[in-house]
């Protein structure tokens, strides 16, 4: 894979050979650094346009004492380290110790497609570019917009296509972006009491909202992660098991780094009873079961229609309330489970919902949760939205997601801005030319198709989560600063919990999903960090 190598003076390579584990590849480790400003760099990361290692120059070098640190070097001490993990292993087992330590790994110019693979994993941490705050109208330092060329593609038929299509529609992005700011700055006029930096901020938000449907599912990110050496272990093994070449290619650029980190804790990977196995067993496993299905189905009509977005609860446990209600009584009794559940059959409504009442407590803010008593009961939804909003919820670890293929089958919604704005038509433009694209490459090159796919084309998940999950989800993705698209499935998801699963007291204790209707949804956000900006806090 070819990926756009930023340069560097002799200077500033020279301060970035201490704490990173390569300067010109697209995957990198960070070491000699506190954790503190690790963390920094990537909650940082994801709001800015910048590559980390520039980030880190520009922003974070003169803020840091690296007086001490001439001499060191990111890979200094590898072999040293390498046999202390090896005594380790020996004495207590790989599994155990492979959870202890961990690395930070910086993935830049991923596709879209590709990062829903890396934040996958349940005990990883992740901070992705934002569409939401990042414009995408600039382009590479190499000149190219911020799209994965996939070497097979660029060197098939459809090659030229690609890249002509895939250029039109970041172009498309670029040329509305300026026209819907102009619209949202007359149609919501600026309020004295809010800053004029802060009311800036929500409008651009806004625009950048409405118009990320736009970019293509190939669009460039980059994902700072956090994982433990088991936790990396099992990403590998599953990237190298994918059918796309991205994902097994960037596989290798990962190890490679995390070689230079926590080697011992990657053994396994090349060993052929071991990583061998491990990933033949997902590609067989994957290959079997797309075959079954081939022939269970073959005589069902399996044509898709474009389809309206919708959010359905479509399996729960009647009885969920009870079993929460036992699972509260557990830990405060000596006595058997069944005696909880025959005594809790006898409790009249008030003294339920006072129950209930009792343990949420009282909540002063959506991170204020009930215990573990909330997982005693689930539920799982059905969801058809747009690929944009898919991403934001996919990220939520505690729970259990699977997702159909990306296509442009579905259909797409015109968000109502750009139509009042009277940019419907080139939108729609756009997105057909996506649309042609995606059906024009899947018969030849059927995994990479996806990359024309704009996030704007709508497509079908499951999630699955406990009621106390639930409460987190429908809570943080409600809020006004949210995302209209998945503020609507929040909203939604808490509303079904009450009317079709009938969980009216769970439903109550989520007092924090928000139903407000707002234009400017992040402006009161960004009038505080404003406020606090200008307070030096």
Not at 423 to 448: K, T
């Amino acid at each position: 894979m070819s990926y756009a190598v930023e340069s560097f003076s002799e200077n500033e390579r020279e301060v970035l050979r201490r704490y990173m584990t390569n300067l010109d590849g697209p995957v990198f480790a960070l070491v000699n650094l506190p954790e503190v400003v690790k963390g920094a760099l990537f909650a940082r990361y994801s709001r800015s346009a910048k590559s980390l290692r520039r980030l880190f120059l520009d922003e974070f070098v003169d803020e840091l004492d690296i007086s001490g640190d001439e001499s060191v070097d990111a890979t200094m001490g590898l072999r040293r380290a390498e046999q202390l993990y090896e005594r380790v292993f020996g004495e207590y087992g790989d599994d155990s110790v492979a959870q202890l330590g961990g690395v930070h790994l910086a993935c830049e110019q991923a596709s879209n497609v590709l990062t829903k693979v890396l934040e996958r994993g349940r005990v990883m941490s992740y901070l992705e570019q934002s569409t939401r705050y990042i414009p995408y109208d600039t382009r590479l330092w190499t000149g190219h917009y911020r799209y994965f060329r996939d070497p097979a593609v660029l060197e098939s038929p459809l090659g030229a296509r690609y890249v002509g299509e895939m250029d039109r529609m970041f172009d498309t992005y670029g040329s509305l972006m300026p026209a819907l700011i102009e619209h949202l700055t007359r149609a919501f006029p600026p309020s004295g009491s809010i800053s004029d930096f802060a009311y800036r901020q929500s409008i651009r938000a806004r625009a950048l909202d409405a118009l990320r449907g736009l970019l293509p599912a190939g669009a460039l990110s980059n994902v700072g992660i956090y994982g433990s050496g088991q936790s990396y272990e099992m990403l590998l093994w599953r990237m190298r098991a994918h059918p796309l070449p991205e994902v097994r290619e960037y596989a290798e650029l990962m190890l490679i780094e995390l070689r230079k980190v926590i080697p011992s804790f990657l053994t396994r990977l090349d060993r052929p009873d071991r990583g061998g196995e491990w990933t033949q067993y997902l590609v067989d496993r994957q290959s079997q079961t797309t075959e079954m299905m081939g022939r269970l189905f073959s005589d069902v009509d399996t044509h898709v229609s474009p389809e309206e977005s919708s959010v359905r609860l479509v399996d729960f446990d009647p009885r969920g309330e009870d079993k929460v209600l036992v699972a509260i009584c557990y830990a405060s009794l000596g006595i058997s489970e069944e005696a909880i559940e025959r005594r809790v059959a006898t409790l009249t409504p008030a003294e339920r919902l006072a129950l209930f009442r009792t343990y949420v407590g009282d909540r002063k803010n959506r991170r204020h949760r009930p215990g573990r008593a909330y997982e005693r009961t689930s539920y799982r939804f059905d969801i058809v939205s747009d690929y944009g909003a898919f991403r934001d919820l996919q990220r939520h670890r505690m729970l259990t997601i699977e997702w159909q293929p990306l296509t442009t089958d579905l259909g797409y919604d015109v968000p109502e801005i750009v139509v009042a704005a009277g940019l419907e038509r080139a939108y729609r433009d756009s997105l057909e030319r996506s649309s042609d694209l995606f059906h024009a490459m899947s018969p030849r090159l059927p995994d990479q198709a996806s990359y024309a796919v704009a996030l704007a084309f709508k497509i079908r998940y499951s999630l699955q989560m406990s009621a106390r999950e639930a409460m987190h989800v429908a809570e943080l993705r409600s809020g006004p600063q949210g995302h209209p698209n998945y503020r609507v499935i929040a909203q939604q998801m808490h509303d079904q919990i009450a009317t079709i699963a009938g969980h009216y007291a769970i439903a109550e204790s989520m007092k924090f999903v928000d139903y407000s209707e707002t234009d400017l949804g992040r402006l009161e956000a960004e009038d505080l960090h404003a406020r606090r900006r200008l307070n030096g806090a």
